[in-house]
């Protein structure tokens, strides 16, 4: 069982920067896949940002809505993943999550962004809002 605690959500102003961190426990297995998600009130929950790590061998994604300004990075000696948002817009203003999981062998991180490959486990989110 894998737990997953967010942090670095606040308040800013348009233009301004946030970085989000995710500390998982301990994974079962040596390969992991982390993703970043959010949803905004009245709106669909949707990913931003993937991390997969494992065997020597690894990729990130970032979906195109945020790509050049939200970075995905992992820290393996503190079992923390980053998500550096910068620029930020006020449509940016969301509840964000980061989801996880781990593997006996690493998925195309393809499958995780379609959501083919399931992150079964799950933080309480952190808030971040953007004023204009």
């Known amino acids: 069982h894998v737990q997953l605690v967010e942090s670095g959500g606040g308040s800013g102003q348009a233009g301004g920067s946030l970085r989000l961190s995710c500390a998982a426990s301990?994974?079962?297995?040596?390969?992991?896949?982390l993703g970043w998600f959010r949803q905004a009130p009245g709106k669909e929950r949707e990913g931003v940002a993937y991390i997969c790590t494992g065997n020597g061998a690894g990729d990130s994604y970032v979906v195109d809505s945020v790509k050049g300004r939200f970075t995905i990075s992992e820290d393996n000696a503190k079992n923390t993943v980053y998500l550096q948002m910068n620029n930020l817009q006020p449509e940016d203003t969301a509840r964000y999550y980061c989801?996880?999981?781990?593997?006996?062998?690493?998925?195309?991180?393809?499958?995780?962004?379609?959501?083919?490959?399931?992150?079964?486990?799950w933080g309480q989110g952190t808030q971040v809002t953007v004023s204009s």
């Open positions: 301990k994974y079962t297995y040596s390969s992991k896949c």
């Open positions: 989801a996880a999981d781990s593997f006996g062998d690493l998925p195309p991180i393809s499958m995780v962004v379609a959501g083919q490959v399931v992150l079964g486990y």
